[in-house]
């Protein structure tokens, strides 16, 4: 079983970037598809990128140009660039394992908080 741990998040003014970082402990890192989601106040949890096993990548359509999903796993890790940041983007994010077409399968960690507040 993977376990994911969230790291990165913040405060940034609108504009700004944040990059965020899952480590995942296990030994078949590599194998699953990861995804990042995210869950405003109010809202429910969505999916905001992923990236497959074969590094494939897929993007939300409100982050598509503005966020860029990446993984090594080397390092058991996956990625999240985020850039030209909106304050509707401010939200709790989580990664996760995920199917080949981004749906999270895996427990949920405590996420880590990004904030775009001026």
């Known amino acids: 079983q993977v376990q994911l741990v969230e790291s990165g998040g913040g405060l940034v003014q609108p504009g700004g970037s944040l990059r965020l970082s899952c480590a995942a402990s296990?030994?078949?890192?590599?194998?699953?598809?990861l995804g990042w989601y995210r869950q405003a106040p109010g809202k429910q949890r969505e999916l905001v990128a992923y990236?497959?096993?074969?590094?494939?990548?897929k993007y939300a359509d409100s982050v598509r140009g503005r966020f860029t999903i990446s993984r090594d796993n080397a390092k058991n890790t996956v990625y999240l660039q985020m850039n030209s940041l909106k304050p509707e983007d401010t939200a709790v994010y989580y990664c996760?394992?995920?199917?080949?077409?981004?749906?999270?399968?895996?427990?949920w960690g405590q996420g880590t908080q990004v904030t775009v507040s001026s």
């Open positions: 990236t497959t096993s074969g590094g494939n990548t």
């Open positions: 996760n394992v995920a199917t080949n077409l981004g749906l999270p399968f895996g427990s």
């Open positions: 296990g030994s078949v890192f590599s194998i699953y598809a």
